[in-house]
């Protein structure tokens, strides 16, 4: 069955469909782009055609390139070959001397918007689903349909470039504001109605670069003007990819150098570019994880089998704190109906006023309505009563992270919610089989840690107590979609996965300061490795002294059990920071930054005389490699020890739960890339010279002598 459908009217105007069949979407597959072929090959021979219109039969009108394709690909020569071919399709599209109009129907992405710029003109339905952009570079690709050389030459080089290096989505509004849409439609009818209309009254359209007078708006690249932008924009990108991500570059490089040459070499020179990115191992790792990986979490790949699908319609929030308030929001946020219990009315009310703070903000810039503000915080019933946690399905625990106050919650609620109702702790540190020994019903009970500041933050880490039933699972696993976050499912184990992994990061930080690495190179090494902000600052953040109570406390649990910890050599570091030099972090406006009220944070003068620099500082590339290795290796033991048990979960986890370097897909992929036996070798040499820390995990030097990867 063809994925075209091809119709002409009564008036001459063909339309032409996009329906592919074999998939949910429209996506450029050769099943796609061979019958669209031969339908323009119909408009080009038939004089009797007076315009056409490109529709789509699915809710959306095209989603992009075949990413499945995209992602095969290793020669660069197909990669150039595959981006001229579509180019050679669109170039017929609009030179085919008739009006086309692009009638979106729904949601254009990447190669979608493409094709509808190859279109003379573009009515959109005005629905507050569709999305309009150019994201390739979210996946470490560029537009290689043509995409950055029509959008410059259509509203100029300045406002294009943003878009494309942010990767930017645009509702149908936006887009007809900044110019990329030409007009909008209430529904299917009166966009074609639009469309049709359109092309009877403009029979000799073409596009603006094709007319001989054609020049860019704003002015082309050589203009003054935006040679300016062209001076700033590049060190503006590298401010923020530390040159970690090669797409940005070349979305540059391709407008700039389009913007001095005629349409097609413009044309031709972005397939180069675009051939450049599909081969560089940067959009192989963004791919593997941020797309495939991404998408088998979203589909259900840690979600128990058989279970009906559940929805929340109330949830119990214990503790209005940061972060309980924080949970509140983003649940109510859907639509879910919130009691926000605290000890006292104000603490509840403080934290119900956190949502009202964020709605106000909105309102204020028009993007929300008095009405739905209002309606949204009515959802949220601040509370110091128990007895309002009755008909919850869900109650999520966030009180001090203290066993005995946690275990009294719990009880508590207990006895007034039903006995079908799950029962989730947000701790950090405290093992959910210990804590559901205070619950009456321990299969009902599970953690979900959720991630600071709550509402930016994409991830939950499930975490499964010894006794949590494979229907609380499932139940925790449906919350947290419903609330449009990630989940990651972990079994009960100290730190967890994130917690235990990121700790890697910061503390190997710490190890090179005592080690007297300059504390500068230290944070700059972090950011070069691809991490969102330095080791040293990030402690400051998550406070040194938690690091250190968690340490004393870890220790006590060891020795309760008969056994020593094993020390890490910063833990030292820790303890002199915060109780000697009583510096605890960012809070106290004092821990490796001084926090002045006034100016920015810089590292603390102190830290001169305190950790004395070394006669040899290394390289910044074994800076970089230590952080990495040392959180790769954390991550794989996880693997290893059936803490995590997927490798999307422990990618995903580690790009969306700590910042894990995004470019390199994951601190499993970062190994894969490397080469297992490779990363084996070089874990090898660093553990010999810096200690049992970097020695590779059991797991890694086994698939490495059977040739295997994380798949
Ligand atoms: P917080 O100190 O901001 O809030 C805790 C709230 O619980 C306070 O409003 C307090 O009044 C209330 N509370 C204490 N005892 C109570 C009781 N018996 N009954 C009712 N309410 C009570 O703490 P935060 O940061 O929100 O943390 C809460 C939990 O979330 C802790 O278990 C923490 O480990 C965990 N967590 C914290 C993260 C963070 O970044 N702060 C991240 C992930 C988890």
Redesign the pocket.
Known sequence: MSAIQYMVDADGIATITLDLKTRPMNVLAAELTAPFSEAIAKVEGDASIKGLIITSGKKEFLAGADIDGVFAITDPKLAFDLAEQYKALLRRLEKCGRPVVAALNGTALGGGLELALACHYRVAIDDPKAKFGLPEVKLGLLPGGGGTQRLPRLIGIQMALQPMLEGKEFKPAEAKAAGIIHELAKDRDEMLAKAKAWALANPKAIQPWDDKKFKFPGGDSKNPAVVQVFAIAPSMAHAKTQGNYPAADNILSCVYEGGVVDFDTACRIESRYFADLVVSQASKNMIGTLWFQLNAINKGKSRPEGIAKSTVKKLGV?????????IAYVSAKVGIEVVL????QE??D??KAYSANLLDKLVKKHRMTAEARDAFLKLITPT?DYALMAGCDLVI??????RT??A??TK?TEAVISATATFA??????PITGLAKASARPKQFIGL????PVDKMPLVEIILGAETTPETLAKGFDYVQQIKKTPIVVNDSRGFYTSRVFATYIMEGASLLLEGQHPRAIEMAGLKAGMPVGPLALHDE?SLSLSHHILEQTRKDFAAEGKTLPEHPANALIEKIVKTLNRPGKKAKAGFYDYPDTAEKHLWSGLAKEFPLAKAQLPQSELIERMMFVQANEAAKCFEENVVMTVADTNIGSIFGWGFAPFQGGALQFINAIGMAEFVKRSEALAAKYGARFAPAAVLKKMATEGRRFE
């Open positions: 214990l503790g209005a704190g940061m972060m309980g308030a924080g219990l605290d000890s006292t603490a509840a403080k934290g110091t625990e966030a009180v001090f992270e203290d106050i946690k009294d919650v508590k702790s947000n701790t950090s540190t405290l840690h959720f991630f600071s998550v």
